[in-house]
């Protein structure tokens, strides 16, 4: 039980698959995909053994960031579907099993949302202290150094009133306001009218950021060698993001979420360095359930590091309270390509460590079929926060799901132009990799199925075991893990008498577990003493 005296919750021990909706399905032939995509996709899930799917944003936005720029909180994007068809999906998703988790974008709106262009429109409107506007520093500049995603001022001069506004990153997305009560009312009412309609929780955009600090104090330079969660252009977010007051926030929605039957899910985005401050966003079992672990996503592939991650993230959460593991996402490159250079063999690796650590397993869309990045043209790129970026930026882990080796992809029909490139197809596609018992969604599938039959309802226990140079090797619950992170083979003592899971196999084989080939990794039963 938890703080709240709930029970253990739909997602301990398992599986949410992160859906990025304009690139899983196109339905209608325009190059896009939709949510009725979606659904058509649904038996494909069942079939993997996910748990849940985390849609990327659906509301209505611009798209001048592809959704997370919201100016409707309580619709549907036009070209995603409608209302209707979002509430068809969760129906159909609930025949399978599948919960529906929506992104949610606290931190700023779209300035086509009304409530910006109303804000905008004098300091004495309804909707002014909505936002964070400043007075212009002495010189005229703008009233801090704070600077946003693109490293350009967090500033935009509103020459009409003569103030800035605050956006942390494009200009038209303007940060909320969360010392403003009424901002705090208006989305109390956004997660009722979701929760209502049978949602069952959201990832929190940009949870560490919510509040900014009062006084608009100068962000402090970042310390020497700081990298993507300790700074940014050269500044340390201390003033700009990461306050405190954001923790009161996610106890009044935890309370919200916990006054639903079953309880509804609140897995923050917190693109945070330190440990220590990624479990404080559970609080005392009272505000979020689950936290996005980035020192994990960005640790060097190697056993030492990953598992020191591990074991740190594990001490530093409050008792009882969730981990959740994953390793690629919309906002960051695939890690068949940033961790495993495309090699399949590693790929298998990262997947079986990721499906049997303790807590939620997130999936990012094709990483059962070790989809990697895609080197969008530079003609052809859509993310503007990222377009000058080597590789295509963000865009690069965007591009549609490869179903099949077809021009498409099998993503759209009709001779559409899928909205991104596809990429190469061959052999990485679900049609080529499903029934093949070598490959490695046949593997993912596998995996899952057996991380529900052995974790399902549960935080499993975790307990790391001596194990030779470049070996990582735990005991999860009734399971021992191997995995070798390295390019020799390497001799283990007898695991268990009969194999359950071989990254090189893929299928159960009778005998010990005596050696590991280079980037293998396996799963096993530990030997029962018998009794007399």
């Known amino acids: 039980m938890d703080a709240l005296g709930t029970g253990p919750g739909w997602w301990h021990g ?285 640790a060097d592939f190697t056993a030492a590091a990953l598992s020191g991650v591990v074991a740190r993230t594990l001490a530093v959460l409050p008792a009882g309270e969730c981990p959740v593991w994953t390793a690629s996402n919309h906002d960051i490159s695939r890690f068949p390509t940033r961790w495993c250079a495309g090699d399949e063999r590693k790929a298998r690796l990262a997947l079986l460590v990721l499906a049997t650590l303790p807590g939620t397993f997130v999936l990012y869309y094709g990483d059962e079929i070790a989809m990697t990045d895609v080197a969008v043209p530079a003609g052809q790129r859509r993310d503007a926060m990222t377009a000058d970026r080597p590789g295509g930026g963000r865009d690069a882990a965007r591009t549609p799901m490869h179903w099949d080796s077809s021009p498409s992809a099998g993503f759209t029909a009709g001779g559409a132009r899928p909205w991104l490139p596809s990429g190469e197809t061959r052999g990485r596609n679900v049609v080529a990799q499903r029934g093949d018992p070598r490959s490695t969604l046949e593997f993912c599938r596998d995996l899952l199925a057996l991380r529900r039959a052995e974790f399902g309802g549960t935080i499993t226990a975790y307990r790391e075991l001596p194990g030779a140079p470049g070996v990582w090797s735990y005991q999860a619950g009734d399971l021992l893990v191997a995995a070798n992170f390295s390019d020799e083979d390497v001799c283990l003592p007898g695991l268990a008498p009969g194999l359950l899971l071989s990254t090189n196999a893929g299928a159960a084989r009778p005998g010990p577990v005596t050696a590991l080939r280079p980037w293998e990794g396996v799963i096993a039963r530990p030997y029962r003493r018998r009794t007399a």
């Open 14 to 298: 398992a599986t949410v698959y992160q859906i990025y909706v304009r690139s899983w399905r196109d339905s209608d032939g325009d190059g896009y995909g939709d949510l009725r995509g979606v659904i058509a996709g649904l038996d494909y899930l069942a079939w993997l053994g996910v748990d849940g799917i985390w849609l990327s944003p659906t509301m209505p936005s611009p798209d001048d960031d592809w959704g997370y720029d919201v100016s409707d909180y309580l619709g549907v994007h036009p070209e995603l579907g409608t209302l209707a068809d979002l509430d068809l999906l969760v129906e159909e998703a609930g025949r399978r099993g599948l919960k529906v988790l929506l992104d949610l974008v606290p931190n700023h709106t779209s300035s086509a949302h009304p409530w910006f262009a109303d804000a905008r429109s004098g300091p004495g409107s309804a909707h002014r202290g909505y936002y964070v506007w400043a007075d212009p520093a002495a010189d005229g500049g703008p009233p801090n150094n704070w600077r946003d995603s693109t490293g350009a001022p967090a500033w935009t001069f509103d020459a009409a009133s003569g103030q800035y506004y605050l956006h942390n990153f494009l200009p038209s997305q303007p940060d909320l306001n969360w010392w403003h009560p009424a901002v705090h009312r208006e989305f109390g009412e956004i997660l009722r009218f979701w929760f209502d309609r049978g949602i069952a929780g959201f990832r929190i955009d940009v949870a560490h950021g919510l509040y900014k600090d009062a006084a608009l104090r100068d962000d402090p330079p970042a310390p020497a060698g700081h990298g993507l969660l300790t700074g940014r252009s050269g500044l340390a977010q201390v003033y700009s993001a990461n306050r405190p007051q954001s923790h009161a926030v996610f106890r009044d929605w935890r309370a919200i979420a916990e006054s639903y039957s079953p309880p509804r899910l609140l897995l923050g985005e917190t693109w945070v360095g330190d440990l220590d401050r990624m479990a404080a966003f559970h609080g005392h079992g009272d505000e979020l359930q689950l936290t996005f672990n980035f020192p994990f996503i960005f």
